[in-house]
């Protein structure tokens, strides 16, 4: 770890700006001038110290930061067990810290009024550091900067954000988190590790009962005893699934919550996990600039929304947009955009099915047809909407979307059975299927693109589409494979009347952007937008600039 402060009057080695603000406070209070500096254990690490791991059977696997400097995660390796084990690492408390902020709460929970909830998070955050502060002084308690810092963090925590998994929340690795009762451990999906359980549990009913009514108010949702299921959004994005108490799961109140991520999947992440190949994301590109239709399809987990998101990064600049969502998980950088998502309604339901008020998949899709949109992007088809959306694609709109299927074929059974009943001829409009597969790859939980199929006709007299294979996944050596011939390929020579050169040497120039992508490490999904923007413009320039910087960084 890198010292703060070496010795009196040396510069502060700024970590952030936040930090140095709390450094900067304690240096001004501390009686001598002069840091003691260990490497190891410098102030920072003493804000949150990483404690000694107490159980001789774990193992630490990693160790990282989450919202520094105030929590860490843990991964131990439970050697008895054979099993993953992640730690949630907060501030800690002493018995005095803790008898304080206990009065601390039992303060704000009398002066917080109703205008509270109409406050911005910016200025609840200065209230409560503010009431914190007034309450210490108030009553001439001594602390110190650093437990000051303590008690900032927990009552903030608390009041205006996730609580107890609140380090989970923030976690970015972290794809859901699921609580399945009283006295059990929750568990998280880590994008490394899989499914493990953590260090957080809700010792008792009344406990876990206020958290998910917390969390309903944070969706702007009420659950209770009347009415003890809920699905709502948070504010930011998270999709909450929960029941109340034991009225409905034996084992006390639930909650599962799917992490909305601030930063989506994008190209060079499919690369950089093994998803696919830098050849199957550059026909990816080519299928979606030519406006072809696609659906990505898999079981559950496998991570068909992250490869959805990653493809419709390549959809051109000045396309019109509109994504239809249950829940916001959907990210782009373009600005023509129109995202929407479904709203529950009030009261009982009509023979229709709705309650007042409600709007659907169905209600957005066809609202999204008077909208002119080029793209269409359906989170998930799964009832009367994907009828709609079918015929939006043979009208010449391009639609993405995903579904819950194994194969082409099972695929197409959910098509045309109930609830949804599309015809078989309607699903020619379809050009590609992305087949997606959750795999153990040397003992590693992966996610894998199957198989790119390209829907290429359909036969009448056998009622069969006609299919090709373009990109397959060999599980044997887990590499990818080019089958030899693709449709969307012909389809963009006689479009441009090129040779067949011609088409090689484009496909193999966006595979030279895909690899540049993953060379130098570009993630943020803006940053590789401004790359491809810069690619539609003017193709020559953009690859003379990337070869330029690789040769730069060769020499």
């Known amino acids: ?36 500096v260990v490497q190891g254990e410098t102030l920072l690490s003493s804000l949150t110290p990483i404690p000694k791991v107490e159980n001789p059977d774990f193992r630490i696997e990693k160790i990282y930061k989450i919202n520094y400097p105030y929590t860490f ?37 009398q002066t917080l009024k109703f205008e509270w909830y109409l406050k911005t998070q910016a200025e609840k955050e200065q209230y409560l550091t503010e009431s914190v502060r007034k309450f210490i002084e108030s009553r001439m308690i001594k602390v110190s900067d650093m437990d000051l810092e303590r008690i900032f963090y927990y009552v903030k925590r608390d009041f205006i954000k996730y609580q107890k998994i609140d380090p989970l929340i923030n976690d970015e690795n972290v794809e859901d988190i699921s609580c399945d009762g009283v006295n059990i451990p929750i568990y998280i999906y880590h994008r490394e590790y899989g499914s493990i359980k953590t260090n957080i549990t809700f010792n008792d009913d009344n406990e876990l009962n206020s958290f998910i009514v917390y969390i309903g108010q944070k969706c702007m949702k009420q659950i209770s005893v009347s009415d003890p299921i809920l699905d709502g959004t ?43 190949s830098p050849e199957m994301v550059a026909y990816l590109w ?76 169905y209600d957005l899709v066809r609202a999204a047809l008077r909208q002119r949109p080029r793209y269409i992007i359906v989170g998930e088809v ?26 082409v074929k099972a695929m197409v059974n959910r098509l045309e059975n109930p609830p949804i009943g599309t015809p078989r001829i309607l699903m020619t409009a379809l050009n590609n299927v992305i087949i997606q597969t959750q795999v153990k790859v040397k003992d590693e939980l992966v996610r894998r693109i199957k198989e790119i199929v390209e829907i290429v006709g359909f036969e009448p007299e056998t009622n069969e589409l006609i299919t090709n294979v373009v990109f397959e996944w060999d599980p044997k050596k887990d590499r990818f494979i080019f089958k030899g011939h693709s449709y969307l390929f012909d389809k963009i020579i006689n479009l441009k009347n090129w040779t067949h050169d011609d088409m090689d040497q484009e496909f193999e120039r966006r595979i030279n952007v895909i690899k540049y992508l993953d060379k130098k490490n570009i993630t943020d999904f803006r940053d590789i937008w401004k790359i491809i923007t810069d690619y539609y413009r003017d193709p020559k320039e953009t690859m003379e600039r990337i070869m330029k910087d690789l040769s730069q960084e060769n020499e």
């Open 1 to 36: 770890m890198v010292p703060l402060v070496e010795k009196e009057g040396s510069k502060i080695n700024l970590l952030d700006n936040y930090t140095y603000k709390i450094y900067s406070r304690i240096l001004k209070s501390s009686k001598s001038r002069k840091v003691k």
């Open 73 to 109: 995660a843990r991964i131990l390796f439970d050697t008895k067990n054979f099993e993953y084990y992640y730690e949630a690492i907060e501030p800690p408390l002493s018995s005095k810290l803790s008898a304080i902020l206990k009065e601390v709460y039992s303060s704000l929970n």
């Open 234 to 276: 948070t504010p930011e994005g998270h999709r909450v699934q929960a029941t109340y108490s034991r009225e409905v799961t034996t084992r006390g109140g639930t909650f599962t919550i799917r992490r909305f991520k601030e930063k989506p999947f994008t190209p060079t992440d499919l690369i950089k996990y093994g998803t696919a």
């Open 286 to 361: 080519l299928g979606v600039e030519l406006g072809e239709s696609m659906i990505v399809i898999g079981g559950p987990a496998s991570g068909k929304t992250s490869t959805l998101n990653s493809i419709a990064i390549f959809i051109p600049p000045a396309s019109k947009i509109v994504s239809i969502e249950d829940t916001r998980e959907i990210n782009l950088p373009h600005q023509n955009w129109i995202p929407g998502t479904t709203r529950s309604g009030v009261g009982e339901k009509s023979i229709a099915g709705k309650a007042s008020g409600e709007i659907d998949m």
């Open 382 to 407: 799964r009832g009367k909407e994907t009828y709609t959306m079918f015929q939006a694609m043979a009208t010449g709109h391009t639609t993405y979307s995903t579904m819950h299927a194994e194969s």
